[in-house]
């Protein structure tokens, strides 16, 4: 029933393409690494691509690690929040290893925007929530860092 | 496997063959009311290890090579889902029903125009022959031009 159109087996980090037909993806991967100037759907050769599958999570489907899996991660799912939230809408499949990349990165730029410049008129609305718990982050720290030079100074 | 669960008339696998991954030695007989009845042919396969991401290479051996515009009496088979257009999906037994009813469709039996020049001339390796589909015409990288 759920068998991969490639190797006919279970489908095994299952993914379907948007003409519906369901794959292994590290077989799939292996295919349109194969033809990468001609990706086409195996089954029905519509056009198909790494960004255009969408992966199925079962129940209770747990990382089993597999030899195969040396293949770049099968694409995540896109995730659209439901409307009518508040706060911060952006990030919908914002998983750690994102947000950490990007803290890293903005990490000079966010002290030198809490500094000198209000952060709300440089960056987007997405970046700003992460940038402003930067900012705030920062502040604490140089707040402690102010008190305990003072208390520093007290004691000395 | 499947092809052994689900035949389709006139295919056979052979038997002490089907263990071995590598070879497929397959026996078609010609279907009823087509030009090739009653013919029996030998279709061989041979899968790579990159299989089923590359093609097997497929052509006629033995004694009686089918006559049709699209097989040379080498053996070798101008079909364009055993090179540009292959898929993943197929199975063995996709591509024999394709070659079946590529047979079954003949009106004439006849060579390919370029056949003694192709086969004194062409790689062992069907695979290795450029071959060019142009739509519903097959043209071989030698002169050939058939109407598909
Ligand atoms: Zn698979
Ligand atoms: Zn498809």
């Known amino acids: ?156 | 496997m499947s092809l052994i669960k689900e035949p389709l008339p006139g295919v056979v696998v052979d038997g002490d063959q089907a263990e071995n991954l590598s070879l497929w030695i397959i026996h078609m007989t010609g279907a009823e009311g087509t030009l090739y009845e009653g013919e029996h042919f030998q279709l061989q396969f041979k899968f790579s290890p990159k299989y089923p991401f590359d093609s097997p290479e497929v052509t006629f051996i033995g004694p009686n090579i089918p006559v049709h515009p699209h097989v040379y009496s080498n053996g070798h088979i101008c079909l364009s889902i055993l090179t540009e257009d292959w898929s993943p999906a197929l199975s063995v037994q996709t591509v024999c029903l394709s070659i079946v009813s590529m047979l079954s469709s003949c009106k004439e039996k006849k060579r390919p125009p370029d056949n003694s020049f192709y086969v004194k001339t062409c790689n062992k390796n069907p695979k290795k022959t450029k071959w060019w589909y142009h739509g519903k015409i097959c043209v071989t990288s030698y002169l050939c031009i058939i109407d598909y």
């Not at chain 1, 960004?51 to 995540?76: C, F, H, T």
């Open chain 1, 1 to 156: 029933m759920f068998e991969c159109n490639i190797c006919l087996d279970t489908a095994k980090d299952a993914v379907v393409s948007m003409c519906g037909h369901l794959f292994c993806w590290p077989c799939l991967h292996q295919w349109l690494e194969t033809r990468p100037n001609r990706q086409l759907c195996p089954v029905c050769k519509a056009a198909i691509g790494k960004d255009k599958v969408i992966p199925l999570y079962g129940r209770g489907s747990s990382q089993q690690e597999d030899p195969r899996n040396k293949v770049p991660p099968r694409p995540a799912g896109h995730r659209t929040e439901p409307e009518n939230t508040t706060g911060f809408p952006g990030f919908g499949f914002g998983e750690g290893g994102f947000h950490m990349s990007f803290g890293i990165g903005a990490f000079p730029f966010g002290f030198l925007t809490s500094t000198f410049t209000h952060p709300d008129q440089r960056t987007s609305q997405a970046t700003r929530g992460v940038l402003h718990h930067e900012d705030e982050f920062i502040s604490k720290i140089f707040l402690y860092v102010a008190i305990s030079f003072i208390l520093w100074l007290l004691i000395a």
